[in-house]
T-cell receptor, first 111, second 112 residues
Framework: GENVEQHPSTLSVQEGDSAVIKCTYS??????FPWYKQELGKRPQLIID?????GEKKDQRIAVTLNKTAKHFSLHITETQPEDSAVYFC??????????FGKGTTLSVSS | DAGVIQSPRHEVTEMGQEVTLRCKPI?????LFWYRQTMMRGLELLIY????????DSGMPEDRFSAKMPNASFSTLKIQPSEPRDSAVYFC??????????FGDGTRLSIL
């Protein structure tokens, strides 16, 4: 089955800096890669996703890149703000299956 | 839409007791997922259903765990008998593929 590795487990940045979180997946049949943000005590919420027919997707300060050959994808947050502090999860799945999640990255943005 | 609804939000019980967690998916979604979240193991997939049929239950820890989906608007996850190591936050999620999964607010379970 699918296995998703996520790095780093913790990330501390200064407000205004960029943050990058990286994930690798094992199943070459996976074709959907979302990113979820989870604030303390709350549910994971989708912030951006990408499908395997696209190499990059951007939404304001957030972007995701996908390298199918290397089986890795990354989340990029620019101009970080304190409210970006949360746990971020990457995930992967192939059609008709469930999302398999990475272990999460705790992002701390200090002002 | 009210989103995915889980109950109870919090459950504290003694080991050996039966625990039942409940989930109402978003109307129209035909896929439902149960996840368990702990600090050590992250978000683990326990089981998922498509059109009320269990598709993959390989993540269910052991025979003490069981899940049912009697109709398109209701699912239960049952633990019997419960043990302290079952303490975790249990999330239910639903989707209408290929759309993303939407999570409920979770049930925080504490087994004493």
């Amino acid at each position: 089955g699918e296995n998703v590795e996520q790095h780093p487990s913790t990330l501390s940045v200064q407000e205004g800096d960029s943050a990058v979180i990286k994930c690798t997946y094992s199943d070459s049949a996976s074709n959907y890669f979302p990113w979820y943000k989870q604030e303390l005590g709350k549910r994971p919420q989708l912030i951006i996703d990408i499908r395997s027919n696209v190499g990059e997707k951007k939404d304001q300060r957030i972007a995701v890149t996908l390298n199918k050959t290397a089986k890795h994808f990354s989340l990029h947050i620019t101009e970080t703000q304190p409210e970006d502090s949360a746990v971020y999860f990457c995930a992967a799945r192939q059609a008709g299956t469930a999302l398999i999640f990475g272990k999460g990255t705790t992002l701390s943005v200090s002002s | 839409d009210a989103g995915v609804i889980q109950s109870p939000r919090h459950e504290v019980t003694e080991m050996g007791q039966e625990v039942t967690l409940r989930c109402k998916p978003i109307s129209g979604h035909n896929s439902l997922f149960w996840y368990r979240q702990t600090m050590m193991r992250g978000l683990e997939l326990l089981i998922y259903f498509n059109n009320n049929v269990p598709i993959d239950d390989s993540g269910m820890p052991e025979d003490r765990f069981s899940a049912k989906m009697p109709n398109a608007s209701f699912s239960t996850l049952k633990i019997q008998p419960s043990e302290p190591r079952d303490s975790a936050v249990y999330f239910c999620a639903s989707s209408l593929p290929p759309e993303p999964q939407h999570f409920g607010d979770g049930t925080r379970l504490s087994i004493l």
